[in-house]
């Protein structure tokens, strides 16, 4: 809901989530430098920081693929619904796992008494025009600033400052840091270090990310239109009851088309608050909750419930031949549009 | 298309930087680097009195 401001609207959920986010992120690093220290004992400070640069820059990558793969997986399967909630705090601790990361490169450089040499490294021009040799680090300081800016971003003041449209857009370049990321590990401790696990778990985390946007996808066009231009969904008992199927208009906008019982309606899967998306949210006390944030709309005509006042595109729905089907075109926001099938 | 030519340019960046990799350094041979070490040093010091 959107009446009245709170820095932080916490709640046991969260809490339980950045619960375990701490102690998953604890438990990688502290094993990564446990086994690491084991398998080679570092001889000095220098060795020391350089197993926490890769601890934390390894995890920091794990981290980022991570949350690149909740969206689509959502998508494919509600079962990962509960990982997208909170998922901004996960893109923040991110940021600063990758902090400590990139603090810890500048400490090594510092304990060997080497500064002028990461000076050397980051404004040397002729290397700029390689691709083996490439300056990596400023790769990675690329990377590293596009997840300041997100996380930096991350809180509903800026979501209302830069419009939703352009928030979103502004955080849709979290796929262009991921891949000059790939690139920085590809041309960094690659290119230095020749065992093999690590191109192939590189690869692995890229095709990851790449097939699961391509699955969610392509998923989304197996979308029939009838001859008079109305979406087919299909039986009413396809939608799960106080869920939704997302199908998609043939201008590329998404619509949810919820059932709650018999009453079905469709509405934009776009949420009013920060374009959450709507249709991989639920009902919930008969109000269709946004999965991010908990926003709520009536089905029947996608008005907040009173005391708010946000109001939703709605589309017209219609029973045909034991098939729902959804107009494409879309109403005026509030509009009434569900019906009532045979239960 | 914009997200699909990203996800082909890192694809590509990947196989270039894994293709080209620089074969490992060969550790340098200690006699060749104590000899050259030597030669040097030798070099910097006063011819011995005869």
């Known amino acids: ?343 | 298309m914009l997200w699909p030519a990203l996800a082909v340019i890192v694809a590509i960046g990947i196989t270039m930087a894994l293709v080209w990799r620089p074969p490992p350094k060969q550790p340098e041979a200690p006699a060749a680097a104590s000899s050259a070490s030597k030669t040097r040093v030798d070099a910097l010091m006063p011819e011995p009195a005869k």
């Open chain 1, 1 to 343: 809901m959107s009446v009245g401001f709170k820095a932080v609207q916490w709640n046991r959920q969260k809490i339980v989530y950045d619960a375990i986010l701490l102690a998953g992120v604890a438990l990688f690093i502290g094993t990564y430098m446990t086994v690491g220290a084991l398998r080679k004992p570092p001889a000095d400070m220098p060795a020391w920081i350089d197993l926490r640069i890769n601890a934390f820059g390894t995890c920091a990558f794990v981290m980022l693929t991570i949350i690149l793969m909740i969206g689509p997986l959502a998508r494919l399967s509600p079962r990962f619904l509960p990982l997208l909630y909170n998922r901004r705090h996960f893109g923040v601790l991110t940021f600063l796992v990758a902090l400590v990361h990139a603090w810890s490169v500048v400490d090594w450089f510092s304990a060997v008494g080497a500064m002028g040499d990461l000076l050397t490294e980051m404004t040397n021009n002729a290397k700029y025009m390689q691709f083996i040799g490439f300056p990596m680090k400023a790769l990675g300081l690329f990377g590293l600033t596009v997840m300041f800016l997100l996380a930096a971003t991350s809180h509903d003041f800026w979501l209302a400052f830069l419009t939703p449209r352009v928030w979103k857009a502004l955080h849709m370049a979290l796929y262009v840091a991921y891949g000059v990321l790939v690139m920085h590990v590809a041309l960094g401790v690659m290119q230095e270090d020749r065992r093999v696990f690590i191109p192939i778990l590189l690869g692995c985390a890229f095709a990851a990310v790449t097939l699961l946007h391509i699955a969610a996808a392509w998923r989304e066009r197996e979308t029939r239109v009838t001859s008079r231009g109305w979406i087919v969904v299909g039986p009413p008992e396809s939608i799960p009851d106080k869920r939704a199927r997302i199908v998609v208009a043939p201008d590329g906008e998404r619509i949810a088309v919820f059932r709650d019982g018999v009453q079905i309606g469709a509405l934009t899967n776009l949420c009013a608050h920060q374009n959450g998306p709507l249709g991989e949210g639920r009902i919930i006390d008969g109000c269709v909750t946004c999965p991010w944030h908990g926003y709520q709309y009536r089905l029947e005509d996608g008005c907040a419930p009173p005391p708010f006042t946000e109001r939703l595109v709605t589309y017209r729905v219609r029973l045909a031949r034991g098939v729902i089907e959804v107009d494409p075109a879309p109403l005026p926001p509030g509009t009434k549009a569900a019906i009532a099938v045979p239960a």
